[in-house]
């Protein structure tokens, strides 16, 4: 078994900051890329920032320049750096994980439970 655990979700007025934490547990041999998604209501989950073991980022165009993905690869975690929030960044935000499982021939994906996070004055 594989377990995505996710910390750091909240309520913050427009313009702060926070930042979400991702630990990946359990039967892994190893991860290829770790990235956050979201999901507002009504609207498709869709990919926030994704990061490559081998450094390679991904970013949404809505999210660039204020949000910074960030891993350590020795500890299987995953962290989410974001600034200059907006209502619109207003979601339940999700890890995931591409995990090559103990005894597996190929990677899976794994999800975590979900952060809410809401930009509110």
């Known amino acids: 078994q594989v377990q995505l655990v996710e910390s750091g979700g909240g309520l913050v007025q427009p313009g702060g900051s926070l930042r979400l934490s991702c630990a990946a547990s359990?039967?892994?041999?190893?991860?290829?890329?770790m990235g956050w998604y979201r999901q507002a209501p009504g609207n498709r989950r869709e990919l926030v920032a994704r990061?490559?073991?081998?450094?390679?980022?991904n970013y949404a165009d809505s999210v660039k320049g204020r949000i910074t993905i960030s891993r350590d690869n020795a500890k299987n975690t995953a962290s989410l750096q974001m600034n200059s929030l907006k209502p619109e960044d207003t979601a339940v935000y999700y890890c995931n994980a591409q995990v090559l499982r103990v005894g597996a021939r190929s990677f899976a994906d794994y999800w975590g439970q979900g952060t809410q996070v809401t930009v509110s004055s």
């Open positions: 990061l490559t073991t081998g450094g390679s980022a």
């Open positions: 359990g039967s892994i041999f190893s991860i290829n890329a």
